[in-house]
């Protein structure tokens, strides 16, 4: 079984101000990861994967995020958090051949003036 | 290229009654999936096809819940006897497995169920 623990459902930061959304993850076998964010009255949309090879992924907006297997964290990052950053972030965990992901409960991110 | 669609986007109903949600996927996407959203939690895995056929259901499917998607192409979702506890978020994803599954998953906007 695998499973997903977003830490704090609410983060707030100030515009400019680094952004850190905590994702800890369960998986008894090599894990596919992944981060997508959802804009109010809007489907959920990919922001960055990790499947296998380097542990540092890049993604959309400026978005990073890192693959630790030891600590099966991948916590998402960016150096300077954006107005437009404003949303929901599902971190999910999912496997090859999986077909399904299990997401985590999300966080949602305000980001202040 | 159009993306996932979903209709409706919105439907209040009565306690008791069947309701049917629709999903179009990506055109050239083989997997279709079906997830429930509540407040304040994430999607939550209901049921996944590769073409026309079911490939795994959620516990979380009960008896009311059934799932088709007949020609390989749209999905319909249909919920019957619906209950105040159905009251949800229903999405609908997609993605293309040519072997080896990348996993990530083409949402559509969801169709947000009330039931009263």
């Known amino acids: 079984a695998q499973s997903v623990t977003q830490l704090g459902s609410h983060v707030s930061v100030s515009e400019g101000a680094l952004v850190l959304l905590r994702c800890n993850y369960s998986s008894s076998v090599p894990p596919y990861l992944f981060w997508y964010v959802q804009y109010p009255n809007q489907g959920l949309q990919l922001l960055l994967k990790y499947t296998t090879g380097a542990t540092l992924v890049k993604g959309i907006n400026g978005f990073e995020a890192e693959f630790k297997k030891s600590e099966t964290s991948f916590h998402l990052t960016k150096p300077s958090a954006h107005m437009s950053d404003a949303a929901e972030y599902f971190c999910a965990v999912g496997r090859n051949n999986a077909g399904k992901s299990t997401f985590g409960d999300g966080t949602t991110l305000t980001v202040k003036p | 290229d159009t993306g996932v669609s979903q209709d409706p986007r919105h439907k209040i109903t009565k306690r008791g009654q069947n309701v049917t949600f629709r999903c179009d996927p990506i055109?050239?996407?083989?997997?279709l999936y079906w997830y429930r959203q509540t407040l304040g939690q994430g999607p939550e895995f209901l049921t996944y096809f590769q073409n026309e056929a079911q490939l795994e259901k959620s516990r979380l499917l009960s008896d009311r819940f059934s799932a088709e998607r007949p020609k390989g192409s749209f999905s319909t979702l249909e919920i019957q006897r619906t209950e105040q506890g159905d009251s949800a978020m229903y999405l609908c994803a997609s993605n293309q497995f040519r072997g080896r599954d990348t996993g990530e998953l083409f949402f559509g906007e969801g169709s947000r169920l009330t039931v009263l």
């Open positions: 055109s050239e996407h083989n997997r």
